[in-house]
């Protein structure tokens, strides 16, 4: 069975502990793990929880359209279209790093105030646009996310 190169086993780990408002990205280096980078993040606001597990990211994308979801917070005139990256109502910026089994989760920069160290997004991670663009450059297809 060949395996499949979009879940490889990578020597990181992306741990976001939602209490916290943090991310912290570890790397191996035996005999353990060492913290690669530590940032300040935001979370889902009440009622838009960000969902806690362990997940892998499946995708990456620099320049990510967005699907608006079919969601009260939408305006019902954008509800389940595709926002192209360039246009002024995608709220993404930096790029957006998604997770299998997610429901559609991920880690994103924002081009609206981010809001970091609160609840504030609709179950996604927030980062500022500089931890977005470093961390689609630092992890693999496959990286482990653990939220808690």
Known sequence: MAANPKLRLTPKLIVINRAKFELVLHRLKMPGYVVEMRRQISVGAIGYDTPTGLYFI???????????????????IKRGKIIPYDDPDNPFMGGFISFAASDG????????????????????????VETVEKLITKVALGTPVFIY
């Open 58 to 76: 499946d995708a990456k994308n620099k320049r990510p359209d967005w699907k608006a979801p079919d969601s009260d917070w939408v305006p019902k």
């Open 105 to 128: 989760v991920g880690i994103h920069g924002t081009k609206f105030d981010p809001a970091l160290g609160t609840r504030a997004s609709h179950g996604c991670i927030r980062v500022s």
